[in-house]
Every structure is written in C-alpha cells, then in structure tokens.
C-alpha cells in the first residue's frame, strides 16, 4: 500500500535497511511516505529506488540503553528546500498549534466531530528529529544482493510458513474473494513487519501532523493527517493501535492513512477494518490494495532469465515491453532451462545487477506490486520470497559479489564525470535515476563495454581515465 517511509523490515528494519541500499545503480528512498506520492497502496519502505528522487535514510539508533528518541540535529535539510532550513523548520514548530487548529474546517466537512476532533489533537507536538529522517541522504549503500540475503532467510521463510498454517482458513477465503495469490501477501506481511514485529513505534497522528505542518511535503500529509483523524473518529482503530513509522505507515503491511481509507476492508463482519490486530482484515485488505491496482489472478511475478553474450542492455528497460516469445527470439532463455507457461505473456527485461548478474523478466503483476511500493528492489524481494514459502529454490545465477558499491561521494564524482564528457545532462547530486543510467549506458557503449547502466568501480575507475 504504497509507503512513503521507512519503518520496516518492518518498517523499521527493512527501513533502515532500506534506507541504505543501492540497486543497478539508483539510490533507495528510505521514505514510504514519500513514495507513496507517486501512487498505490502502501507505504513504500523501500521508496522510489530507481527514480533516485527524494532519497532519505533510516532512522539512527539510539544510543546503547537508551530508550529516548533522537533529538533533532538543528541543521538544515540536506534538500536544500527552503522550507526545510532550519529557520524555517523552527519558525514553523513554533506555530505547530495554530497550523493543527486551522485543520478543523477541513476535518469537519470530513464529518469528523468538533468532540473527536479536540480529543485526538490535545496534545500533539512537533516531532522536529522527522526533520532529519526526511532529508537525511546515507553516505554508504548495500548491494541488491546484500538486500535480498537479509530480506530472503530461513528464520523469515519458517515464520511465513508459520503464518500461512496458522491463519489457512483466512488465507483460503481471501484467495478465493479477491484471487490474488496467498503467498504474496503473506511476502508483504514478512518483508514489511517480520510478521508483526517490527511495525514502528511513533503516534501516526503526531507524525503526520508535524509533516503537516512543518517541512516540504506538507500538502501531502495535510491529507495523511486529516484521514488518520477520520480512521479515529470512525473507530477503525484506536489511538495505541494507529501507532508506525515517522512517515505515517503502520499496521503489519504497512498502510498509510489514505491507502487504509482506499483498501481497507471489514473481512470479518465486526463492523471495524482493523488492519493491525485482525489477521483476516489485514490479509483482505492487502489482497484488496492488490486487487484492486491490477492483480492477475493465476499469474505469477516474474522469471529469472539467461541473457545471451553481447546482449543489447539498451533493451532492459520498463518501456520496452516485448512478448516472452520475442525475448526468446533474442536469445534469452528461462534459468534452470524451464520452459515458460506462455509465451504471449509480455514482460520487459530487469537486470539489476548489469551483465555480470541475472535478469527477469516482469509481467503485469511485477508492476502491480510496484504500485504498492514504487521500487524495483522492493518488487523482487516480495516476488521472490513467495516463490520461496511456495517451496520454490533460490535464484540460480550468482551475484556478482566481487563489486562493491560506490559511496554517494563516488556516485556524485561519476555523475561529474559523465557531465564533463557530455553523457550527463542533469545536476550532479549523488542519487542515480534514469538519466543517469541513460549517460552510463552512453559511456559503456562509447568504450565497447555492455551497455547495462551498472555504476560499478570499474566504470568509475574507466571514467577516471585510469
């Protein structure tokens, strides 16, 4: 349900994961807030990874046996909008109470009480440390491999099976209600909570108020705000349960506010749509955001495919959607020599790793797990543990886990690079979006080299003239 923030592995741990991951050169938003702007469902933990654009990093931990939160550095943000300069962060914290109580007209053609409306707001705060998680930009990255190895494990795959045997009856009746795949929800469930145990700790209320009220997203979580006082007022949720990420997100899938309101359902006929303490809600309301984006039922995510020597890499492009019988003619065939179910399927190619890792080709359901979280990262995690609590193998081509990934200092000096010699158009900035893998493909094919886009060292040390 589209994400805008980071509160997980749960939204806490795969936040903070996420928050620091690089995948075939693009930097991972660690906000799902922020990437829910773009569309869908949950809130993205993984943000938009491959668009590069409003990247921030994960929470930092407190200090060893603390329990207090962070404060706020009092820096200015790393965005460089004006409204998130510290000057006009403290200027807005200061009318942080006139800028709630000005919400009532709003609230109030949302029919939401002057009585519920005074209750839930008595005594919000400004949670100025939110300041820092959204414009912070993380120095270092992990590998997509990296990524998967922590997301994709035994302890998670035990629990998922756990889970799927414990709740079959609820699992059977949204399968059957919505068609869409069991095991991708329970994936969601596991990726984006660890099964409920890691769902963020901050008052969604209070949070989405701040970013109401202070920072650049302000018209954004204006809506967010407002629909956590409609799920309150209704008594979807009580105050302890609405409790997530700094973005907003909560529940074990991770909804935020106006993806609740869109997808939640009352599966279970208590006149509630519980998403955080009633499994059959959750599982319904998940299939429901899914159903509901697209959803092909009987299909699956994807393949992991062969690519054949000197492959155009200009191909492996989201746009660039071909049948899989076209993709056959091109040389690519499926790894493990499977054939594939039905070659009419269309799919485009996703090399996330370059020309020295493998590649998949996406159907349409790929794309509608990426409604839920806008990032190609998140996509195949969730798509790949389901094929594994479905009893499927591992991938069968190796990483190449001989790369390391380049620092955002490195990855600004190669933008700077492939500006100088004319591949780059942009402004340098240190997070990797389409343009940026457009100018390394210019670079790669100038040289002779695969054209994948991949910002590894080597091509770093190639632009350096080394």
């Given amino acids: 349900m589209q994400r805008t923030e980071p509160s997980r592995i749960g939204r806490a ?23 829910q702007t773009a569309g869908g469902g949950l809130p993205n933990l993984f943000g938009n990874m491959f668009s590069g654009q409003n990247s921030t990093a994960p929470a930092q931990s407190a200090p060893a046996g603390s329990t207090a939160p962070l404060p706020w550095t009092g820096e200015d943000g790393a965005s460089g909008h004006p409204l998130m300069t510290a000057s006009a962060i403290r200027e807005a914290a200061a009318n942080f109470g006139q800028c709630v109580a000005s919400m009532w007209p709003d609230a109030a053609r949302r029919h939401i ?28 990255t992990k590998a997509i491999w990296d990524y998967l190895d922590i997301l994709v494990n035994d302890n998670r795959l035990a629990k998922g099976r756990e889970i799927l045997a414990k709740y079959k009856p609820q699992f059977d009746a949204v399968e059957k209600a919505y068609g869409v795949d069991r095991y991708i929800v329970a994936s969601i469930w596991g990726i984006e909570s660890n099964y409920s145990t890691m769902m963020g700790d901050r008052s ?105 020597k000197n492959f155009n890499y200009m191909l492996a492009d989201r746009a660039k959607a071909m049948t899989i019988a076209q993709w056959e003619h091109l ?37 509608v797990i990426m409604k839920y979280n806008p990032a190609e990262a998140y996509a ?7 094929d594994r609590l479905r009893g499927g193998a591992p991938f069968v081509q190796p990483w190449p886990r001989q790369e390391r990934t380049l620092s955002r200092t490195e990855r600004l000096e190669l933008q700077q690079l492939l500006a100088q010699r004319g591949f780059y158009r942009g402004t340098p900035d240190g997070q990797f979006g389409g343009h940026t893998r457009e100018a ?16 590894s060292a080597g091509v770093l040390e190639r632009l350096r003239g080394r």
């Fill in 331 to 367: 040389g690519l065939s499926r790894a493990g020599g499977k054939p594939f179910p039905n070659p009419a399927d269309k799919a485009y190619l996703l090399a996330p790793a370059g020309a020295e890792g493998p590649g998949f080709l996406m159907l349409q359901n790929f794309r």
């Fill in 440 to 455: 390394l493909r210019g670079f790669q094919a100038s040289i002779g080299a695969p054209a994948d886009g991949f910002a």
């Fill in 204 to 308: 969604v209320l209070n949070s989405t108020a701040t970013l109401a009220c202070i920072g650049r997203r302000q018209k954004y979580f204006r809506d967010e705000f407002l629909v956590a006082l409609e799920i309150l007022h209704r008594g979807d949720l009580r105050p302890e349960q609405l409790r997530g990420s700094w973005a907003g997100a909560f529940g074990p899938t991770q909804f935020m506010p106006t993806a609740f309101k869109r997808y939640a359902v009352d599966a279970d006929g208590d006149g509630r749509r519980d998403v955080v303490d009633n499994p059959h809600d959750l599982i319904a309301s998940t299939a429901n955001n899914l159903k509901k984006d697209g959803w092909q039922t009987g299909q699956t995510w994807g393949f992991e495919v062969v690519m054949p």
């Fill in 113 to 140: 009480s002057q009585a519920s409306f005074q209750r839930f707001t008595a005594g919000l705060a400004p949670d100025l440390r939110i300041m820092d998680l959204m414009d912070s930009q993380p120095e270092f």
């Fill in 380 to 386: 195949l995690a969730i798509g790949h543990f389901a």
């Fill in 13 to 35: 741990g795969a936040v903070a994961l996420a928050a620091t991951l690089l995948f075939a050169g693009e930097a991972l938003v660690a906000g799902a807030a922020l990437a």
